[in-house]
């Protein structure tokens, strides 16, 4: 998932958070953090202090990874495949049933 607002990074670890079954008192207690701290950031609070988003993100087994070029309609580095989050499949679809007779 592409995280480029606070909003959308809180989006991820609730979903991460729900998708192993861990309610927010159990993945607060995890990552050493308290509950309205973490309803906070999953609600995209803009402001969190970083160490802590950190450990929640280690609690869930998730990894910060920082790509140069990132930002909205960028594209891959010169020669990198597009990230799979990037592909229109409605447009290469598209493209194969065009090329088929």
């Known amino acids: ?50 160490g802590l988003v950190l450990r929640t993100l280690a609690a869930l087994d998730l990894a910060l990874r920082l790509d140069a070029g990132a930002g909205e309609g960028d594209s891959a580095p010169d020669g990198a495949p597009p990230a799979a989050a990037d592909i229109d499949l409605d447009a290469v679809l598209e493209r194969a049933r065009r090329r088929t007779p």
């Open 1 to 50: 998932m592409r995280v480029l607002t606070p909003k959308d990074l809180g989006t991820a670890i609730g979903r991460r958070r729900r998708a192993l079954g861990l309610s927010q008192r159990a993945l607060a207690e995890k990552a050493g953090v308290s509950r309205d701290w973490l309803i906070g950031l999953e609600q995209g609070r803009p402001r969190a202090e970083l």
